[in-house]
């Protein structure tokens, strides 16, 4: 079983930047694309950043564009997501996600539902 571990949440101030990070762990055998998601209670899990498998390809929500950026570690299925200039209605519970290497993701991979493993996630609460 695929783990993906979030860790690097917590709570900042208005304007302030934040570094999220997202270990794999498990039967890691293959490249996958990574993603980040968020949720407040009572909504829907939101898209917020995917990177490809090969990380040359990146998409974000139009919420987070020119603040947000998602990285990963070379080859390794690990994922970053650094937010900056953060505002009050970023907070949320941040997921990290990850679809099988079994598959060919159809290019930008934006829905919840399309992937496979998830983290337990890390709350992200920015005050004003």
């Known amino acids: 079983q695929v783990r993906l571990v979030e860790s690097g949440g917590g709570l900042v101030q208005a304007g302030g930047s934040l570094s999220l990070s997202c270990a794999t762990s498990?039967?890691?055998?293959?490249?996958?694309?990574m993603g980040w998601f968020r949720q407040v209670p009572g909504k829907e899990r939101d898209f917020v950043a995917a990177i490809s498998r090969n990380g040359g390809s990146t998409s974000y929500a139009d919420s987070v564009k020119g603040r947000f950026t998602i990285s990963r570690d070379g080859a390794k299925n690990t994922a970053y997501l650094q937010m900056n200039s953060l505002k009050p209605e970023d907070t949320a519970v941040y997921y990290c996600a990850a679809i099988s290497g079994d598959y060919v993701a159809d290019w930008p991979v934006e829905k919840a539902w399309e992937y496979d493993y998830w983290g337990q996630g890390t709350q992200v609460t920015v005050s004003s």
């Open positions: 498990g039967r890691t055998t293959s490249s996958y694309d």
